[in-house]
């Protein structure tokens, strides 16, 4: 990383190995992983994948997966 000093000057800084943080990518990720769990869960009782509680637990796994995704960005 680059940064301008106040002297007009180019000053190199090192960046630390753990500053950098997870960003959208992996709270995005995290709901696609829970809303395709939660996609496939009615089929454990023998429901359609395309019913309404495949939508339901669809949506639910994928605001559980925003959950985990942003506790996982804060750690």
């Given at each position: 990383?680059?940064?301008?000093?106040?002297g007009?000057?180019?000053?190199?800084?090192?960046?630390?190995?753990?500053s950098?943080?997870m960003?959208?990518?992996?709270?995005?990720?995290?709901a696609?992983v829970?809303m395709?769990?939660g996609?496939?869960?009615?089929?454990l009782?023998?429901?359609?994948?395309l019913?309404?509680a495949?939508?339901?637990f669809?949506?639910?796994?994928?605001?559980?997966?925003v959950?985990?995704?942003a506790?996982?960005?804060?750690?």
């Open positions: 990383m680059v940064a301008l000093s106040l007009g000057r180019l000053k190199a800084e090192a960046a630390g190995a753990d950098a943080r960003g959208r990518s992996v709270i995005g990720i995290c696609l829970g395709t769990i996609g496939f869960v009615p089929e009782w023998g429901a359609s994948g019913s309404l495949a939508l339901v669809s949506a639910a796994g994928g605001v559980a997966g959950w985990v995704g506790r996982l960005s804060e750690a």
